[in-house]
């Protein structure tokens, strides 16, 4: 850390390869609980001491990445940053340093419309019986209510990985509203929007919202430790789409994470910022990485996939709310991408591959009604 008289505490990332012995190696996440994992826990405890006491670093937090099969310390530097960050770069134990950054989820804020505006969804024309059944989506946000009327007959993993203690929480606003627009279902007494209602959904907690002094959400908060930890178990969770309305400064350990997740065939879906340049932000633009932007927000920039995200109905709270924002589309996007996995999988063909879908992000007109009727056309091949 730098020696400036109240100089902000900057916290770093130091990424070792797997330092363990390979007897020690290959064992699961309960990584530090259990006596079968004792020594292989002291291992890792030991490898980051030392790297610590050479660079005379402050450790904050540290975890084992299992899906990359490295070893993270989040640390200070006691001694001088610019000095330190030389030579520990230069150290054969150390794989690369990098900033532990902030992010911040895409706020979904109430729209003041009335039920009669509200747009009609443009997957209601598939059949009914097209609804995600069998299909898997991961949401990386904040906490969600999974007991929510709406949504908890969907939940089939709720998983917290924001280590702040002071950040408990049994559900928040914005996860739980992402979590309604997906999968709520569609014959709530509330009205919510359930694009899949039939799909399975797997929360990974990695962001946390807090509350200003008039007790409505403020920004809401993740780092690379708690995204980190969220994304290794959505690597190992076997989801077919995984939403991601969040965004920050670009980040190698996640955008290496969000690449392991794309080869084991997940789709990834993420909301539009207004505020970053796509090669500047996180996750980075990729094949396999949708970015999704309310139709009539922001309607200058191009490069993105279009979606409802203004007018549409979701529940922050046991009560309906219409909620805008690209946070909003995102969800709303991954929802009928939930539709066209069931399609595929009952037509054994590919639809939505990577490929489809970012020639129709170009084409930046009506992306997701270009969609829908692709569905459509193929969903006429099946009985009612």
Request: glycine share 6%; proline share 4%.
């Amino acid at each position: 850390m730098s020696d400036n008289a109240g100089a902000a505490e900057t916290e770093w990332v130091v990424v070792l390869d797997d330092p363990r012995p390979a007897r020690l190696q290959g064992w699961q996440r309960s990584q530090y609980s259990g006596g079968t994992h004792y020594s292989s826990a002291l291992e890792l405890k030991r490898a980051g001491k030392r790297i610590a006491s050479k660079y005379d670093l402050e450790v904050r937090a540290d975890w084992f990445i299992e899906s990359l099969n490295v070893y993270c310390l989040i640390a200070l530097f006691r001694a001088d940053e610019h000095a330190t960050l030389q030579t520990i770069r230069d150290d054969k134990n150390v794989k690369w340093v990098q900033l532990s950054n902030d992010f911040e989820l895409m706020q979904a804020s109430n729209s003041e419309q009335i039920a009669s505006s509200l747009l009609s969804p443009p997957e209601l024309r598939l059949p009914p019986s097209i609804n995600g059944k069998g299909v898997v989506i991961a949401l990386v946000d904040s906490a969600i209510d999974d007991k929510h009327t709406d949504i908890k007959h969907a939940v089939e993993k709720n998983a917290d990985f924001v280590v702040e203690k002071d950040k408990e929480s049994d559900g928040e606003a914005h996860g739980t509203a992402i979590a309604g627009v997906i999968v709520a279902d569609q014959q709530s007494e509330l009205g919510v929007t359930g694009v899949a209602s039939g799909a399975k959904l797997k929360s990974f907690r990695g962001c946390w919202e807090t509350l200003n002094d008039s007790q409505k959400a403020a920004n809401p908060n993740c780092s690379t430790l708690s995204l980190a930890r969220a994304l290794d178990a959505v690597a190992a969770s076997q989801a077919d789409i995984l939403n991601l309305s969040l965004s920050g400064p670009k980040d190698p350990l996640l955008d290496m994470l969000i690449s392991k997740i794309i080869a084991n065939g997940t789709q990834v879906v993420t909301a539009f910022d207004p505020n970053r340049l796509a090669n500047n932000r996180f996750p980075s633009a990729a094949l396999g990485v949708l970015t999704v932007k309310a139709t009539s927000l922001e309607s200058e920039f191009s490069d993105t996939f279009l979606a409802p995200g203004t007018k549409v109905v979701a529940a922050p709270s046991q009560r309906a709310d219409f909620m805008q924002g690209h946070s909003i589309a995102s969800a709303y996007t991954t929802g009928v991408l939930a539709l066209c996995r069931q399609l595929e999988r009952q037509l054994n063909k590919q639809i939505c591959d990577p490929q489809m879908l970012d020639q129709l992000q170009q084409n930046n007109i009506k992306n997701l009604d270009d969609l829908v009727s692709i569905l459509q056309q193929e969903a006429k091949v099946m009985s009612p």
